[in-house]
């Protein structure tokens, strides 16, 4: 006969009244029938009682932390939910599906023993952190929690020193720095007022037309206004509101967005959507183009973006149907009047859905039928039809740049043809800037327009820029690519939006160092071609940031240091809203972030 489990056994079991009656029918099986009734029910009623007493004692640990931590705890959150919070506030790193682990050292076995004389301490030395998986972004493989922060990481476990086992005095131990100090932290207080926007979920507004998780939404924003947040950026997009038939549109739910941003006394930036959501870095819903449009794209797979090897990327349009009627009498551009947005500038070069991984350099997506045909006229206008050919010899979505006989140094890119082929790869970016800007011109009359142009800073240290070339921007070590696009923005009186103003070079090479990347050195080109040709510039961070460090990168970029004009950012927006940006240690950084953006003097500089 097995014997009944006693109080303490059932309390580690952790057993919950649902649960109850499955567990003591294993038990009662057990027993011998003699009152085991009786013993099954008392046993059952104190299991119930010891449940009240736990869920008692959780309501008060959550009220406590709610009242004088300033824990974002919902008010039904439960105990896994408490764990997770104040292991987050120790430093440790809380992944959602619960797998934790501390922020640093962690990866790295302990030390063996050492003895030390007693008159010695050993210091404290700390490790660098886990390298991330290859084909993760940089930035977005750091645990957040590996910040160099001493406010958010627990104190770094003590690992003897094998040099301390020696006999020395304690005066002739010297320990050298191990890290360097944090260099100090530019006063703000005084400069530019720089707005902060934030960016909402992709998915805020479902296919429905409904607001997802509107109250939760509405606290969260209200919290953003108390921080000095001054507005949100809502992504409309097009498979949401045109989704079945042509010019049939619906636009509910935004209404319904729109109207909270506005009681709530917010601004608001609108990123009318083209392009499909899912499938690249930071996606996490999936929204795809109208389902009227796929239906066209199954007849006619050329109105898509092709590669070399004949696969469809079915994000966005290709831009070679900018003036073909394809689309049930319409052309592309005509769509995108009827739908007007503010758009994305780049080709769709690195799909993840193609196998793309960091730090690749993409492809050329010129190979649909429209761009061919395109390519043809140029090279015949030329005089060189042979030149009707796209690179054969620029590797694939994964290569490196010297591997290939296109990219490499010295390669066919900087070749007679390689010079007609990129000049015209990136006409066709910039043409269609110019016929989308004019017609957004002519749609949003009196309202300011911005282009968003990607930040694809690996490969800016090589001598080709392999990753920025098959994007579109022909920005080679000998080429400034970026004072084109400037100059068709300042034609139709449109801002600059760029990315990776948060990216530390440093950072980049310390993680990738094969990857040659720069963000640092592109932002400073990409901002000073957009000032010299007098348009205004705005930027947002390409990965979610939380840390001081990228914090202050991002405040140098926006208020450049001994600029002789005093340039700065016509505004900022921060990607992007989520429950993570609202724990306690990630937001008070964020609301010293926006204090500093906004001019304001903050206490605790790092002198």
């Known amino acids: ?75 039904r959150a439960d105990i896994n939910e408490v764990i997770a919070a104040l292991a987050r506030e120790a430093g440790w790193v809380v992944l959602p599906d619960g797998t934790t682990f501390p922020s640093c050292a962690a990866s790295q076995p302990q030390s063996q023993s050492v003895s030390v004389r007693p008159s010695i301490a050993a210091p404290p030395l700390s490790s660098s952190p886990v390298p991330p998986l290859r084909g993760i972004s940089p930035v977005a493989a750091r645990p957040i929690s590996s910040l160099r922060s001493s406010s ?71 919290v953003l206004k108390a921080a000095g947040v001054d507005g949100v950026m809502v992504d409309c997009w097009w498979g949401n509101v045109e989704p079945h038939r042509p010019q049939e549109y619906n636009w509910t739910g935004y209404k319904k967005l729109f109207h909270i941003i506005r009681e709530l006394k917010l601004k608001l930036q609108v990123v009318m959507s083209f392009h499909e959501c899912g499938g690249n870095v930071g996606d996490d819903v999936s929204i795809p183009l109208p389902h009227w449009v796929t239906e066209i794209g199954r007849s006619n797979p050329d109105i898509y973006f092709t590669d070399r090897a004949g696969r469809r990327n079915t994000e966005c349009l290709s831009w070679g149907i900018d003036k073909q009627r394809v689309l049930q009498g319409r052309t592309a551009v005509e769509v995108y009047f009827d739908y007007m947005r503010s758009f994305r500038l780049r080709y769709p070069s690195y799909p993840a859905k193609h196998g793309w991984k960091y730090p690749g350099i993409g492809e050329f997506q010129c190979y649909d039928r429209y761009l061919q045909k395109s390519l043809r006229r140029a090279a015949e206008a030329r005089g060189h039809p042979i030149w009707a050919r796209a690179p054969d010899n620029a590797g694939h979505y994964n290569s490196e740049p010297n591997l290939t006989g296109f990219f490499c140094d010295g390669g066919d890119y900087d070749s007679y043809y390689g010079r007609f082929f990129l000049n015209w790869y990136s006409q066709v970016l910039v043409d269609h800037a110019d016929r989308v800007l004019m017609l957004a011109r002519l749609a949003f009359e009196g309202s300011n327009i911005a282009v968003k142009v990607s930040g694809v800073h690996w490969w800016y240290k090589t001598a080709s820029h392999a990753a920025e070339l098959t994007a579109g921007f022909y920005n080679p070590c000998n080429r400034d690519g970026y004072a084109p696009i400037a100059d068709v923005l ?57 840390d001081r460090d990228g914090f202050n990168k991002i405040l140098e970029n926006a208020k450049p240091l001994h600029d002789p004009d005093g340039r700065y950012l016509l505004g900022f927006t921060y990607l992007r809203l989520s429950k993570i940006l609202f724990e306690r240690a990630n937001f008070l950084e964020f609301e010293r972030f926006v204090k500093r953006m906004h001019g304001e003097a903050v206490l605790d500089l790092q002198e």
């Open 152 to 222: 958010l990481l627990s104190p770094p476990r003590a690992v003897p020193d094998p040099l301390l086992s020696l006999p020395m005095e304690p005066q002739e131990l010297q320990v050298p720095d191990l890290l360097p100090p944090r260099p100090p932290e530019r006063d703000f207080a005084g400069t530019p007022y720089v707005p902060v926007y934030v960016m909402l979920p992709l998915g805020v507004v479902s296919g429905n037309g409904e607001v997802v998780d509107a109250d939760d939404l509405v606290c969260q924003l209200r």
């Open 1 to 75: 006969m097995q014997q009944q489990p006693c109080e303490d056994e059932d309390d580690e079991m952790g057993v919950k009244e649902e649960e109850d009656d499955d567990y003591y029918l294993v038990e009662e099986q057990q027993q011998p029938a003699v009152g085991r009734r009786g013993r099954a029910r008392e046993e059952k009623e104190r299991t119930k009682l010891r449940e009240r007493q736990r869920r008692a004692i959780t309501a008060r640990i959550l009220a406590g932390l709610r009242r004088h931590g300033n824990y974002n705890l919902r008010v």
């Open 490 to 546: 300042k034609k139709h009186g449109a801002a600059l939006n760029f990315t990776c103003v948060e990216l530390r070079t440093m950072d980049q090479q310390e993680v990738f160092p094969e990857a040659f990347a720069d963000p640092e050195g592109l932002v400073w080109q990409v901002l000073n071609a957009a000032w010299d040709a007098g348009i205004p510039v705005a930027s947002e961070n390409a990965l979610p940031c939380y």
